[in-house]
């Protein structure tokens, strides 16, 4: 009898306190998911630009390389693309060169 009692009162302790936390699970903002390609884009783009930087190429050819890499993305992305290593290329590549990482680098475009 006095285990059923314990029992009891432990698990209605339990459960008072579970309730009076109100632990909220939401997200603290919803993503948009229109953004979730440039985020994607951007990383690959960045990547890219990495990887042509380690073989010491210059700005003109890292970004004319990583355009025509983008033709390895789906039909869709391939434009959108080309767009974001037109206009932020050189940005990126500076960002690269004064050691931001390069998830950090979408994110100071303000792609991420």
């Given at each position: 009898?006095?285990?059923?009692?314990?029992?009891?009162?432990?698990?209605?302790?339990?459960?008072?306190?579970?309730?009076?936390?109100?632990?909220?699970?939401?997200?603290?903002?919803?993503?948009?998911?229109?953004?979730?390609?440039?985020?994607?884009?951007?990383?690959?783009?960045?990547?890219?630009?990495?990887?042509?930087?380690?073989?010491?190429?210059?700005?003109?050819?890292?970004?004319?390389?990583?355009?025509?890499?983008c033709r390895i993305l789906r039909n869709?992305?391939?434009?959108?693309?080309?767009?974001?290593?037109?206009?932020?290329?050189?940005?990126?590549?500076?960002?690269?060169?004064?050691?931001?990482?390069?998830?950090?680098?979408?994110?100071?475009?303000?792609?991420?």
């Amino acid at each position: 009898m006095n285990r059923l009692l314990i029992a009891f009162l432990f698990f209605g302790l339990i459960a008072s306190i579970t309730v009076s936390m109100k632990i909220d699970v939401r997200p603290q903002s919803e993503p948009n998911l229109q953004d979730i390609p440039l985020c994607l884009i951007c990383d690959f783009a960045v990547g890219r630009i990495e990887k042509y930087l380690d073989d010491k190429a210059n700005n003109t050819v890292i970004i004319d390389k990583v355009e025509k890499d983008c033709r390895i993305l789906r039909n869709s992305w391939v434009g959108k693309c080309k767009n974001i290593v037109a206009e932020y290329g050189p940005k990126i590549i500076d960002l690269l060169e004064s050691n931001q990482s390069p998830k950090a680098v979408c994110a100071l475009i303000e792609l991420c």
